[in-house]
């Protein structure tokens, strides 16, 4: 009885337009036997090319190669960059870092501050800070902007050893009400956001009229 019932199924199946390999692995019937039940339901040519083409493994194969490639091909642009790039001079990771500062700063004339979720921005801003602009890293502050379903202390151990700056001058943190659970944390930066901050009005104008001055330079210039 039961083998006339997997027998059924089987006709069902191929019906479907299901091979022996997807009927193999929902019935668990020997191919032996599906080739003796299905000898007379051969799949159409169009169907066996379409099985062929959308192959799980086949797609898998296909995806992993196609990822190695990109990585190659990132790999190699990485390289002919890093060379371009590297090292840059003073004046041009100034430059750098006011086109940092300019999409990323707080547009304050009293304080150079910048809030960001990933750590390589702040990073590098405070790189810039302690560089180019001779900031002391001691005298640095530091406000995490944090969910109210975080471990508090584990974040500021976080970024406090991300940046090197001692949890002494951390500001007590912004709590926000809502969960981190609703957050997409794309690229993996889930450690809330972290602002830094150096108060200095002679600073501030400093890189604000800096800033002014290349966008006057360019916004005056004929495209």
């Known amino acids: ?53 959308w192959n799980e493994q086949r797609i898998e194969k296909f995806q992993e190669t196609m990822r190695q490639k990109r990585e190659k091909r990132l790999k190699e642009v990485y390289e002919v960059q890093k060379k371009f790039l590297l090292l840059l001079k003073n004046r041009e990771f100034f430059m750098f870092g006011l086109g940092l500062y300019w999409g990323e700063g707080v ?32 005298k640095l502050k530091v406000q995490l902007h944090l969910y109210k379903d975080m ?3 584990k974040e500021i151990q976080f970024w406090s050893a991300t940046l090197n700056i001692p949890s002494s001058q951390f500001y007590n943190p912004y709590i926000k009400k809502s969960s981190s659970k609703r957050i997409n944390h794309k690229g993996g930066f889930g450690h809330g956001t972290c602002n830094v901050r150096i108060g200095g009005t002679h600073l501030a104008e400093k890189i604000h009229m800096s800033i002014k001055v290349i966008a006057n330079k360019y916004y005056k210039m004929r495209t």
């Open 107 to 138: 547009k304050k004339m009293t304080e150079l501050s910048v809030s960001n979720n990933d750590p390589s921005i702040i990073k590098l801003f405070i790189y810039w800070l302690t560089t180019s602009l001779r900031v002391p890293k001691e």
């Open 1 to 53: 009885m039961a083998r006339l019932k997997d027998h059924e199924k089987v006709l069902a199946f191929r019906k479907q337009g299901m091979s022996y390999s997807q009927i193999k692995k929902i019935l668990k019937v020997s191919k032996s036997t599906l080739s003796l039940w299905l000898r007379n339901y051969p799949l159409s040519k169009q169907r066996i090319r379409e099985l062929r083409d």
């Open 151 to 153: 471990d508090i202390k």
